[in-house]
């Protein structure tokens, strides 16, 4: 299967706790981005990545969240000292160039209890 | 930055049904334009799309023309099956092209 994974599918985690969901693109593809969905809405960007470079963040990504993608490969979104509004489907993405459609993994679904 | 308004949900539809969704975009020049569907715990799925003004993009079934005049990118079928359930959202990239805008998503039921 060539398709965007993500790992975990589902994650229930307590407030205060850490997780960290990993991302693995299409092999050929150099862009990556992460997304944000809550439910009854659209995706909502969070960052991009080319190759290993972390090029742009939203503003909707606190201090609390970090990603990163070393040697441009998979990358991991990690979220600290987690809180109940941080629940939400966190969607990766991956594209071969810009401008072009995006392929999306399945998604992470955090529950933070 | 560049944006979509999508007709808001939930429509309903009985099988063979016409179906439109209604999207209008605001965008500095011309973008390409995108329709995602989603699948009940799924991730999205390219639709269709079209990279240029009154360029038409279709897939499965499904149509979208891309009119400059009216801003609009309306997602259209002729004859629904209960198999197309799911939420689609109409999307476009923003300015740099490293981010798309999602609009909020429409959910479409068809009953048998």
């Known amino acids: 299967d060539t398709g965007v994974s993500q790992n975990p599918r589902h994650k229930i985690t307590k407030r205060g706790q850490n997780v960290t969901f990993r991302c693995d693109p299409i092999s050929e593809h150099n862009r990556l981005y992460w997304y944000r969905q809550t439910l009854g809405q659209g995706p909502e960007f969070l960052t991009y990545?080319?190759?290993?470079?972390?090029?742009?963040k939203s503003r909707l990504l606190s201090d609390r969240f970090s990603a990163e993608r070393p040697k441009g490969s998979f990358s991991t979104l990690e979220i600290q000292r987690t809180e109940q509004g941080d629940s939400a489907m966190y969607l990766c993405?991956?594209?071969?160039?810009?401008?072009?459609?995006?392929?999306f993994g399945p998604g992470t679904r955090l529950t933070v209890t | 930055g560049n944006s979509v308004t999508q007709m808001e949900g939930p429509v309903t539809l009985s099988e063979e049904a016409f179906l439109t969704i209604n999207c209008t975009y605001t965008?500095?020049?011309?973008?390409?334009l995108f329709w995602y569907v989603q699948y009940p715990g799924e991730g999205l799925q390219l639709l269709l799309k079209a990279t240029k003004a009154d360029d038409k993009g279709s897939n499965k079934g499904f149509e979208a023309t891309y009119r400059k005049e009216t801003t609009s990118f309306h997602l259209e079928k002729g004859s629904v099956q209960v198999s197309d359930s799911a939420v689609y959202f109409c999307a476009l990239p923003q300015r740099t092209g490293n981010q798309f805008y999602f609009g909020t998503g429409t959910s479409l039921t068809v009953i048998p």
């Open positions: 965008a500095t020049g011309y973008p390409s």
């Open positions: 990545f080319q190759n290993e470079a972390q090029l742009e």
């Open positions: 993405a991956s594209s071969p160039r810009v401008n072009y459609e995006q392929y």
